[in-house]
């Protein structure tokens, strides 16, 4: 039956989508410049084989109860009915709550969910628990930016003051003569932001820029990551060693006299001791452009040559999540702005210094004089955290302390964790560790749209509708349209959304009317839209009612111009407006950050030889990078996502000199190893990679061949097989799982198909 087109609204786009059978008809959002093609792998997902239809049950954990199980990930599933399926969560939980009390509940769920403001999965889960147990284990910081959302209220401010509120895409296209981009500002990834994008203007902006003559300059192992609209000039380094690149740059700029130095000792605070390390004064070793050379793969000419051509000129430089993203990974985001102040460039119109634009579509945006409320997640009666990307080393090492932003941690001893939004062996490092980790756990509990990963490693699953399927409000504090997401089609199988099972869930434990506080899910919709209304009415500002906003589909919200407010009015006048550092200006040297004493991360950017580094037995930088057909692993088996594999395999893309050295040919299966395990691919040799590098982005559907390898063999192509779990450093113990080292060869072994979309026996 074909029904009437509806509004909806993703985390890459708003759209019209009628359902005709089981396909879907999208149509872009008509407002939107730029729509992202991402909508495409909504066609086939409604009721795709690989949905998760029914609850189901892990065969050893229903027979043998509770417990550690090395069978997690390769076990069979029992399907139950809803009814048996609540009843054996809630006694679980009980259970592990009256034992352990919410210190033994991990309950951090990180992960993106769909769109809708109220659905949101995360929230759902920390309501949840804080209102029926007391509390759970949380986790801080995202996977997107551990490192930088830790250093940067060290040394400048908030991350998003910095990031969605800094320089404006408008005041780029207007003033800058040079936009230094370490990490490029690649397309593919402003087509998306959380809560939803209804306009896609960083094309344009970029056009408008380059039309005007403003030189953009992408410091990146791929030239693919500045589009061609922007007609800029590629910067390869080898990975990881931007923080070198800019330490010879400002050497450069000190010894030629170069610096803005009256702006450094009115706004900044530590450049003394910068210099006094670039120069060697502290340990003998001279920070020079020869020196820089030497590490980062260019001519110390070329250093000298690029340092030259920016005083004078209006300069912003942009450092993307990606750079952060990797061990020592605060240095390169610290010194990014030491470069943009030693330019003298903070506070000018499209100058200074900006974090992560165009990693998303909300960096450099504006923000809605009101934003949209958000669910409230309750009260959580205990205080213990961790660094989100920590989750294996806390599943591994109870009662273990850990550093982490001045403070000393200890691991408490997890028996139950509760995931709904996120997939973690798409997010995490080493999936082999992660599964050893997840096998720690009494019960491990997920609600999932599809069968990934993480839901064939759980105890029990539970079936999520999709976003399509219920009714929700789509949004995003720095977009100026509110959608209604009117559902398109009938919940897959037996699925219920979050709420209605985390309500029912609440009923069993006698918490019902604290978690729904009496309403369904319109009843929320329509709570929060009346409280917009009344927020947007103390600013003289009228909308109509919820009625009226759900038949129109759509709402513009007004918007404040805020871009780069906080540095502009610091550098009018840093008296009054100082920056809410301990010092109010910016802090090239951290008194803070130097009295934790942590040798990988000191209180001046430095450059610290990583871990890992290519050598004979791993000779190729592997970039692990944001897919372009997809958000993370959503909808992988989507009509997009699929058009990007070969042969149902992800793609590898490799330099035609190293291609030919390892015998490869376009199109082969090429094998991607080291350590932790291997990963097969696809072969695309382009010079649009610099030598020595492999790029193979995340996304694709863990698929080990023997899950139980210590060393598994996935033939889908993770690249998380192979990154490396460590920590940023100890200040912020972020995510680094952007860069990884392997060696690559031609695969010789037995091929089988691809079969992540295929559930599990049960
Ligand atoms: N190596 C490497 N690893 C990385 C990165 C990298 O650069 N390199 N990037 C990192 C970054 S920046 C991020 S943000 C993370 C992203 O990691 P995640 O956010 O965990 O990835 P997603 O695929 O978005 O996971 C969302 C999951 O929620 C499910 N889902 C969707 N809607 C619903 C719903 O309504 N209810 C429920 N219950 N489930 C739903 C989807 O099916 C999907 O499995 O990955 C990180 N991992
Ligand atoms: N299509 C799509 N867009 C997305 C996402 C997605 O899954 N799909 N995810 C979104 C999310 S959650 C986030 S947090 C952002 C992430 O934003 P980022 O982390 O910035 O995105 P990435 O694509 O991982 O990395 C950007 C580029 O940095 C380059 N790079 C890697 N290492 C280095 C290095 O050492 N030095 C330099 N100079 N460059 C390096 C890579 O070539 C890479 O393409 O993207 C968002 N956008
Ligand atoms: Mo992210």
């Known amino acids: 039956m074909t029904q009437k087109p509806v509004m909806h609204s993703a985390h890459w786009g708003a759209f019209h989508a009628q359902q005709a059978g089981d396909r879907l008809t999208i149509k872009p959002f008509a407002g939107d410049p730029d729509p ?3 909508l495409q792998n909504f066609h086939t997902a409604l009721n795709h084989p690989a949905r998760v239809s029914r609850p ?28 048996q399926a609540c009843e054996l969560v809630a006694r679980e939980l009980k259970r592990v709550g009256d034992t352990h009390g919410p210190e033994g509940i991990f309950g951090g769920s990180y992960g993106w969910s769909s769109a809708g ?35 940067l209220p060290h040394i400048v401010g908030d991350m998003n003051e910095i990031a969605r509120r800094g320089v404006s895409w408008e005041e780029i296209a207007q003033h800058s003569e040079i936009v230094i981009a370490f990490g490029g500002l690649a397309l593919k990834n402003s087509q998306v932001a959380s809560g939803g994008l209804s306009e896609h203007t960083e094309r344009g902006f970029m056009q408008q820029a380059a039309q005007r003559g ?48 009256a702006f450094l000792s009115r706004y900044t605070v530590g450049w003394p001791e910068m210099v006094a390390y670039i120069r060697g004064e502290e340990d003998g070793t001279q920070r020079d452009a020869a020196w820089a050379a030497e590490i980062c793969g260019v001519s110390a000419a070329f250093i000298t040559d690029f340092a030259r051509q920016l005083p004078g000129k209006r300069v912003l430089v942009t450092v993307a999540h990606a750079l952060q993203r990797s061990e020592h990974g605060e240095q390169p985001v610290w010194l990014g702005l030491v470069l943009a102040a030693a330019l003298g460039q903070p506070g000018l119109p499209g100058g200074g210094y900006t974090y992560a634009l165009g990693a998303l579509g909300h960096y450099g945006k504006h923000h809605n004089l009101v934003s949209f409320p958000a669910l409230p997640q309750g009260k959580n ?46 997010h995490h490092q080493d999936l082999a560790r992660l599964r050893q980790a997840f096998c720690q756990l009494d019960t491990l509990i997920v609600h999932e749209i599809a069968w990934t990963a993480s839901a064939r490693h759980a105890d029990i699953v539970l079936p999520a509708t999709m976003t399509l399927e219920r009714e929700d409000v789509g949004g995003a504090p720095t977009d100026r349209h509110l959608f209604a ?38 009843g929320w919709l329509e709570h929060h839209y009346a409280q917009l209304q009344q927020k947007l009415a103390m600013h003289q500002v009228e909308i109509p009612d919820f009625e009226q906003f759900w038949q129109q589909g759509v709402l513009e919200l007004p918007q404040l111009k805020d871009g780069g407010r906080m540095m502009n009015a610091f550098r009018a006048d840093p008296e009054a407006s100082p920056l809410p550092t301990p010092s109010g200006k910016i802090e090239i040297y951290s008194a803070t950050i130097a009295s934790f004493d942590y040798e990988n991360c000191p209180g001046h950017p430095v450059w610290r030889e990583p871990q890992q580094k290519p050598d004979a037995d791993h000779p190729f930088w592997l970039i692990a990078n944001q897919p372009a057909t997809r958000l993370h692993s959503q909808l992988d088996f989507g009509d997009y996502s699929l058009s990007g594999k070969r042969d149902g395999r992800e793609v590898c893309s490799l330099n035609p000199d190293n291609a030919a050295s390892l015998g490869i040919n376009d199109g ?37 061949v023997d899950p139980t390898a210590l060393r598994p063999l996935c033939r889908h192509g993770n690249p998380n097989v192979l990154t490396l779990d460590i920590g940023t450093s100890s200040l912020t113990q972020g995510c680094s799982g952007q860069i990884t080292v392997v060696q690559v060869r031609k695969y010789a072994g037995e091929l089988t198909p691809v079969q992540a979309f295929i559930p599990p026996q049960g």
């Open 36 to 38: 992202s093609p991402l």
């Open 56 to 83: 189901m049950v892990r065969r050893g954990w229903l027979e043998d109860g509770p417990g550690p199980d090395q069978r997690r990930g390769n076990d069979e599933y029992v399907a139950v009915s809803w009814e």
């Open 117 to 151: 403001r109220f659905h949101h999965a995360q929230s759902q889960v920390h309501r949840f628990l804080n209102t029926t147990l007391g509390g759970y284990v949380r986790s801080v910081n995202s996977y997107s930016s551990g490192s930088a959302s830790v250093l």
């Open 214 to 261: 403003t030189r953009f300059i992408s410091v990146s192992p791929l030239k693919s990551d500045l589009p061609a609209e922007a007609k800029g000039e590629w910067l390869a380094l080898r990975p990881g060693t931007d923080a070198a690149f800019i330490l010879g740059v400002l050497s450069v700029l000190i010894d030629e006299q170069l610096t803005d130095e």
């Open 381 to 426: 009666g205990i205080d213990r955290l961790i660094p989100v990307a920590r989750i294996s080393d806390m599943l591994l090492n109870p009662g273990k302390p850990f550093d982490y932003n001045g403070r000393r941690l200890t691991y408490p001893h997890i028996r139950l964790a509760y995931w709904a939004g996120g997939n973690p062996f798409h």
């Open 485 to 522: 997401m009117q559902p398109v089609a009938q919940p897959h199988g037996e699925a219920k959304d979050d709420y209605t099972i985390f309500t029912e869930l609440a009923r069993l434990l006698g918490s019902e009317e604290a978690f729904t506080e009496g309403r369904d899910t319109r």
């Open 668 to 704: 082969e299966i090429i094998e991607l190893y080291n350590p932790r395990g291997h990963v097969l691919a696809s072969a695309r040799v382009t010079d649009s990679v610099m030598p020595g590098v492999v790029q193979l982005p995340t996304g694709a559907w863990y698929d080990p």
